[in-house]
Every structure is written in structure tokens, then in C-alpha cells.
């Protein structure tokens, strides 16, 4: 899986979308927490045009995550991120986790835990 996880946002670097939703099961959601215009649930169809749409139109595409640790059990991982952009002219960043759900060939499910939900919000506000 850590193999998996590891091209996921490599390809995400690269802007395949295509790539990323081939690694992920039909059934997944993706879920974000807080309270800000990018919270809820999005199921596989929603990421590109719901969530990443939103993401760029925000930053003015100025978003970048840089991964800093993978960590895999058999079902699940987590992917350690640094999320840095500018919005309104103002640089944004937070630190956060992505939890990811596994069945062996595909991902399942996607968790976002920022580690302050507040700047989290904030930085999306």
C-alpha cells in the first residue's frame, strides 16, 4: 500500500486526476471536516469537479502539498502533509494527515485531519 499511497500524490503533483481515481474503488468517499466551503463528503464522481475545482478556484491553482511521511498497515494508511497556498494574496499553510482505507487493490475511503480544524477553516475561509 505504501507504494500505492506514494504514487497517488505524485500523480496528484502532477495534476492526473485520472491516475489518482484509477487507485480508488468506486464505492470511496472522501470526507472534510470542519466549517468552511470545502466541508462535506464527496463521492468518486464529486472529487475532480466538486472538491478540486473549489481547491483551485480558491488558491488561484497556487495549491501544493508536500508529503513529509507515509505510514501503511495492511488496511490503512496515513500520508503526513504540509498544504501551502496563497488566497487573496495572503500565504495560507497547515499541517495535516490524510487516512486512507485499503482493500487490497484499491483505496476505499479518505479521511482529511488537520491538525487544528481552526486553521484548517481559517486558511479556507
Known sequence: MRDAL???YADFARGDMDAVLAACDD?????????????????????????????????GGTFREEVLEIMTGEQYGCVFLD???????????????????WNGERFTGWWEHPRSVGAFDQAWS
Open 6 to 8: 506514494a504514487r497517488v
Open 27 to 59: 464505492s470511496i468517499v472522501f470526507h472534510v471536516p470542519g466549517s468552511n466551503p470545502l466541508t462535506g463528503n464527496y463521492a468518486k464522481g464529486e472529487f475532480v469537479p466538486r472538491l478540486i475545482a473549489k481547491v483551485m478556484q480558491i488558491t
Open 83 to 101: 498544504h501551502t497556498f496563497t488566497k487573496n494574496g495572503q500565504p495560507q499553510q497547515y499541517l495535516t494527515i490524510h487516512l486512507w482505507s
